[in-house]
């Protein structure tokens, strides 16, 4: 267990789209869960991804259209602009999922292999 684990109260995780992918999230999901029981895990995802993980249990679902034009990461950027968190998982490395990162705000980001 992270010896911060009862420090880290607000997780972010991004993941837009995949269904495969966002389906093999879910046992990260679980992971983090037990990890820091007490954090709140707020998933930025899309629609479609949404639906998806419908019943998912202790997590807080963000629903973004996926960006595929300016007016489309000006509208992310509104909608993301109130979240915060201790701690980012961006486990997505696409174009669109790197143009976001950087909009919501977090004291520290895992990208990648980092989120390991």
Known sequence: MD?????IKKIGLLRLSAI???TLMVAVVRAIQ??????EITWITSEPA????EGLSGVTFVTVKKPRSLADYLAC????KALSFDILLAAQASLSANILYPLIRSEERRVGKECR
């Open 34 to 39: 037990a990890a820091y029981p007490n954090a």
């Open 77 to 80: 950027k509104q909608r993301l």
């Open 20 to 22: 495969g992918d966002v």
């Open 3 to 7: 010896s911060r684990a009862d420090t």
């Open 50 to 53: 949404r639906s998806y993980l």
